[in-house]
T-cell receptor
């Protein structure tokens, strides 16, 4: 039973446009959520996080939105740049666990 | 004993000391991780070991040196640390790695560097 789901394995977006990466979760007890970015053959890089008591967190081109009633969060990247092409992992934290989604591969098209 | 265990639970060290943190998992998992959690910050992934091979190193300073002698044990060797390295160091394991799976955490080692 997957508690953190990233239903889109891949996404293609034109350079300069907005990239929206989605994540759904099933457990309302998660206390914060994180997004990681991973290039091939490199380690994951922390991008942005959001506490469960907030509904939005913004850092430069990255904004994470949390909709607790829908158990849904999304990562917005605007404007999208070629260097944003990577795999993005959503993760949820609770107690002694952090649960990752399977990732979404983002392709930024020239 | 089950789950993920970490020793010691608390550690105070000077900047010139050398110490090691130990992690052991009894879950039969294949991947192990070191995270750092500073006050009011999210988890920072430091190292990933998948089937005993280090697969990721997130530009962690060389004063932190991991060792994974087998799939059940993970060490973090510390030397010449800085006061800003004071944090909670968490070990985790998962069945698969490096990501995309549920990771189970140990209780952590609270490190204070004087």
């Amino acid at each position: 039973d997957q508690q953190v789901k990233q239903n889109s394995p891949s996404l293609s977006v034109q350079e300069g446009r907005i990239s929206i990466l989605n994540c759904d979760y099933t457990n309302s007890m998660f206390d914060y959520f994180l997004w990681y970015k991973k290039y091939p053959a490199e380690g994951p890089t922390f991008l942005i996080s959001i506490s469960s008591i907030k509904d939005k967190n913004e850092d430069g081109r990255f904004t994470v939105f949390l909709n607790k009633s829908a158990k849904h969060l999304s990562l917005h990247i605007v404007p999208s740049q070629p260097g944003d092409s990577a795999v993005y992992f959503c993760a949820a934290h609770r107690d002694d666990k952090i649960i990752f989604g399977k990732g979404t591969r983002l392709h930024i098209l020239p | 004993e089950t789950g993920v265990t970490q020793t010691p639970r608390h550690l105070v060290m000077g900047m010139t000391n050398k110490k090691s943190l130990k992690c052991e998992q009894h879950l039969g998992h294949n991947a192990m991780y070191w995270y750092k959690q500073s006050a009011k910050k999210p988890l920072e992934l430091m190292f990933v070991y998948n089937f005993k091979e280090q697969t990721e190193n997130n530009s962690v300073p060389s004063r932190f040196s991991p060792e994974c002698p087998n799939s059940s044990h993970l060490f973090l060797h510390l030397h010449t640390l800085q006061p800003e390295d004071s944090a909670l160091y968490l070990c985790a394991s998962s069945q698969e790695g490096p990501l995309g799976d549920t990771q189970y955490f140990g209780p952590g080692t609270r490190l204070t560097v004087l």
